[in-house]
């Protein structure tokens, strides 16, 4: 008969068990045992002198988190060890230990399995030896190893040696290790480290490896990370240029607490490369130089952030390179590029700027932001390069810059809002007009709404700057004081359509035209250094009229909404109905009231300004379509013109067209094509063009064969200036080689 059994009721039941052989013991966790541990068996025993149990036949353990199956166990409640033999398996959260016989502490998740096979779910990675240790929740040491990432029992690849130690998240050290392909063995090494994915631990990452034919050789770069301590870390980049030399990095990451963090960078090149381009400056954006190697080429970067109290805090971005053509020469790969966001979410990742040849200015910043509920005090100072003059000695920087802006809000709970903008900065170059000025903007308005259909927002603002400059012809100093008026008015009708089909419940059209008028009067600014911006006399009517097509969809199926459907998802009701803006259509244009009825004659009047045209379409999963552009109205010509459109399907398809167009500057055909061949196959090609010059910028050609345990990927590109090749060889969760490996995201404070 099986009988179950609870630790905290042993010794009544066991009694019970005597006289009431059919009724199964129960008994209850003790000494550190967290939560409830269960036994089934065919035959069970308590021996009451050791404080064990002895169960055979059968044998289910439940346990928190986990349970272990056996032929018999022996399990001791003072110290929580359980010896288990014949076929034991043991599950804890989502990893797997099996052998022919088993040790296994329940409280610690500790133990040793021999003949063993274990399964670490988090990188999906295969061990298995003649005695693996489980040293904690997630440390295994292995003797006469294998370990592999392979479903099966042929993986595709494994490492095999004499021992194994490897961390969850971390590295594995190989002792006597190769690595084979087919149970062939590929290489051996006395003692190999290979990541098991992101934990922090010092060891090498994984190299990137490529070939510029034309502008670096061969290019081969070795990170090492040192995780120094729980709260800094360090990698050092070697980096190996064929035709430039040694390019030493080094990125350091620190948190003093979980409000103070930063992360600093740097690295050198001795540049041996020559380059004559006095004659070739349409690659350098004007910027001819003449280098006859030996160049000491450098860049640096500090990102830094200290919250004092919530809403007060410091942030430092100070990045500053050696010469313009830092970015024009290392544009296919850097560590700004690397580490670009668009978000910071991940504060070690937190460059701002896309470090390409594109990139015209390089900006320092350091500044220090107080936040109230309506009000923000930020006091910064920036320092600019410009990377498109020979010399910066022209360029204004701003140190310091002190603003102080209040949000819109009611005074004393009347009708009427307020808000305010005002400024303090003092301008510096070397070489041109510097000083300080100073400007106060606050607003007031008065928001009322005429039934359902009409709001209205009458505004009122008041303008003072005054100035002091120096260091030009003469001094300037003076100040101005102006009014502005403004009128917004805007309406919106809209239908529902109940159409039942298919997912769509109802289907929502709403159009909404909008007026603004904006009014400053002249006022005179001849005395003003070029440091202040200028307020031009304006009397303009802007209006707009917007088209909007929302769907009300049903959700069919739990699932993951694509990154269009997230950034149009506008509401989620309990029942699982979505709110879909699939259609978005919005024209708008602004009259110059001034410019119709200056004294010029009809043809020459420009009183309209290019119309400005949105249109987004997301009619289908598969389907997107974007357009932005300005039509001038009084040349009848397109000013600009900007198109995607994208076409996929369930099987990983796509095709992006994307066309760029700015009268006489740019015109530019972006094309991205992806098939999927079969299962493992994938094709890629990538193609711009730039054909205001009729030549090709880029074209990019990418085989991606993959398995279930490892991928290849080779690529060409064909770029305007170079042509470079790569592979890439990937082991599913260990990394890549040829590309840059992973490091940690965080550390402890």
Not at 374 to 394: E, P, R
Request: with cysteine; glycine share 8%.
């Amino acid at each position: 008969m099986k009988k179950t059994c609870f630790f905290d009721t042993a010794l009544l039941l066991t009694g019970l068990l005597a006289f009431f052989s059919f009724v199964p013991p129960s008994i209850a966790a003790e000494r550190g045992i967290k939560g409830a541990v269960n036994i089934e068996s065919d035959q069970l025993s308590y021996d009451k002198e050791a404080d064990s149990y002895h169960a055979s036949g059968n044998v289910i353990v439940t346990f928190t988190d986990g349970f272990l199956l056996a032929d018999s166990v022996v399990y001791h409640r003072k110290t929580g060890d359980a010896f288990a033999d014949g076929d034991v398996f043991i599950t804890s959260k989502d990893d797997l230990l099996e052998g022919d016989k088993v040790r296994y502490n329940l409280s610690s998740k500790t133990g040793v399995a021999y003949q063993g096979k274990a399964f670490l779910s988090e990188n999906h990675l295969y061990l298995k030896g003649k005695e693996i240790q489980k040293k904690g929740e997630s440390t295994y040491f292995i003797k006469d190893a294998t370990a592999t990432t392979c479903d099966g029992d042929h993986p595709a690849w494994r490492f095999t040696g004499s021992e194994l130690d490897v961390t969850i998240e971390g590295y594995g050290t190989l002792k006597h290790g190769t690595f084979d392909v087919k149970n062939f063995p590929i290489f051996y090494a006395p003692y190999f480290i290979f990541p098991a994915k992101t934990k922090r631990q010092s060891g090498f990452l994984f190299p990137k490896v490529a070939f510029s034919r034309d502008v670096n050789g061969w290019d081969i770069e070795l990170p090492f990370f040192w995780a120094i301590s729980d709260n800094t870390d360090a990698t050092f980049y070697q980096r190996y240029l064929e035709k430039r030399g040694w390019k030493e990095g080094m990125e350091f990451r620190y948190a003093i607490s979980k409000d103070s963090f930063g992360t600093f960078y740097a690295d050198y090149l001795n540049d041996t490369k020559d380059i004559d381009s006095i004659n070739n400056t349409s690659m350098e954006d004007g910027l001819g130089r003449i280098w006859k190697g030996n160049q000491r080429r450098w860049s640096y970067y500090l990102n830094h952030e200290t919250t004092f109290t919530p809403g007060f805090y410091l942030r430092t971005d100070i990045a500053r390179v050696s010469d313009h053509w830092y970015f024009r020469d290392f544009t296919d790969s850097n560590y700004y590029l690397d580490n670009y966001s668009q978000t910071g979410a991940n504060k070690y990742q937190r460059v701002s700027f896309f470090g390409d040849k594109s990139l015209a200015s390089l900006d320092s910043t350091a500044r220090i932001v107080k936040d109230w509920q309506l009000y923000n005090l930020t006091v910064m100072g920036k320092y600019t390069d410009n990377l498109a003059t020979v010399t910066n000695n022209a360029t204004l920087q701003s140190y310091p810059n002190v603003t102080f802006t209040g949000l819109k809000q009611p005074i004393f709970k009347s009708p009427v809002y307020f808000e305010l903008a005002s400024s303090y900065q003092y301008a510096y170059r070397v070489t041109g007009e510097k000083g300080h000025w100073t400007d106060v903007n606050p607003v007031f308005s008065l928001p009322r709404s005429f039934g359902d259909y009409l709001q209205m927002t009458p505004a009122v603002g008041l303008k003072g700057t005054a100035w002091e400059g120096r260091g030009g012809v003469e001094d300037k100093n003076g100040d101005r004081a102006l009014y502005t008026l403004g009128l917004n008015a805007s309406s919106e009708a809209h239908r529902i359509f109940d159409v039942n089909l298919g997912s769509i419940n109802k289907i929502r059209h709403g159009i909404k035209p909008e007026i603004t008028y904006s009014y400053i009067p002249y006022v005179k600014q001849d005395n003003m250094p070029d440091f202040v911006t200028g307020v031009p006399e304006t009397n303009t009517i802007t209006y707009a009229l917007t088209n909007t097509v929302i769907a009300k969809v049903k959700e069919t199926k739990e699932r993951k909404p694509g990154e269009k459907e997230k950034a149009r998802a506008v509401k989620l009701d309990p029942d699982k109905f979505t709110y879909l803006e699939f259609l978005r259509f919005k024209l708008s244009q602004t009259f110059d009231v001034r410019e119709y009825r200056s004294s010029k004659g009809e043809a020459e009047r420009r009183p309209f300004s290019p119309a400005s045209l949105e249109f987004d379409l997301l009619p289908a999963k598969y389907l997107s379509y974007r357009s932005l552009a300005t039509y001038d109205t009084n040349d009848g010509e397109w000013k600009t013109v900007n198109h995607d459109l994208t076409v996929s399907d369930g099987r990983g398809d796509s095709a992006t067209l994307g066309y760029r167009y700015t009268q006489d500057s740019l015109q530019e055909i972006n094309l991205d094509l992806k098939a999927k061949m079969t299962k493992a196959v994938d094709l890629r090609y990538i193609q711009r063009r730039n054909e205001f010059d009729h030549k090709d910028l880029e074209k990019t050609f990418i085989l991606d064969y993959h398995k279930q345990c490892w991928s290849v990927e080779f690529s060409y590109s064909d770029l305007d200036n170079d042509r470079r090749y790569m592979a890439v060889f990937s082991l599913y969760g260990l990394g890549k080689v040829g590309g840059v490996g992973a490091k940690p995201e965080s550390m402890r404070p």
